[in-house]
């Protein structure tokens, strides 16, 4: 009888542990998956803040392109490891027009000449951090010079600001000075899900 009791206890436990294993299989990654959500979140509302105050700034005509001011940046997106050149994360500033034939013809520039007319155009392009972790969902200008001045961008094609019409109307002479945030979320991902990966903002003024 003693024999049958233990032998009972020895199943009763054995099947203990293979219940735990495969309730284990659903509930570790439903914890790791809330963990993640819960420090992306929390990463998230720095990205937004970083990006939103990149934009204010922008549009107030802050020069980026000095040290001291992508320093400032890079103070405000501190615990999101970004450097001003490097790191895990960037903010990319563009000033964007709209390009009417009276600004061609302005600059001298026949229609033939002046390949992005009636074209939204980036004239202005600053990056903060690193330059290689994310490029503007909007394009990239081949030229520019060393305070963001995108050089020839009556002309160039590369300076266009593609889709940038679907978000935003501009006239001639209007401006628009938008940032885009990327920053590296979680150092480690929860499989087959999005969790964990970049997190980004855009903000436009």
């Not at 005509?61 to 992508?70: A, P, Q, T």
């Not at 951090?129 to 094609?157: E, H, M, Q, R």
């Not at 590296?184 to 997190?199: A, R």
Request: charged share 15%; proline share 1%.
């Amino acid at each position: 009888m003693r024999i049958a009791r233990l032998s009972k206890r020895k199943s009763q436990g054995g099947h203990s542990l293979v219940d735990f294993a495969l309730v284990s299989l659903f509930l570790i990654p439903i914890m790791m998956a809330t963990i993640s959500v819960g420090f992306n979140t929390s990463r998230a509302i720095q990205v937004t803040t970083v990006t939103r105050d990149a934009a204010n700034m922008y549009a107030r005509w802050v020069d980026f392109s000095l040290d001291s001011n992508k320093n400032l940046l890079v103070r405000l997106a501190a615990g999101l490891d970004m450097t001003a050149t490097g790191g895990n994360g960037v903010i990319i500033l563009s000033k964007v027009t709209y390009i009417a034939s009276s600004d061609c013809t302005g600059a001298g520039l026949t229609t033939a000449q002046c390949t992005n007319m009636n074209q939204y155009v980036i004239i202005n392009r600053i990056v903060v951090g690193n330059a290689s972790f994310k490029t503007s969902s909007f394009g990239t200008p081949g030229n520019i010079s060393a305070n963001g001045d995108v050089v020839n961008y009556l002309t160039d094609t590369s300076a266009r600001a593609n889709n940038f019409g679907n978000i935003l109307n501009l006239t001639s002479g209007q401006f628009a000075f938008m940032a885009e945030g990327f920053f590296k979320g979680l150092s480690w991902t929860v499989p087959g899900s999005n969790l964990g990966n970049t997190i980004s903002r855009r903000y436009i003024f």
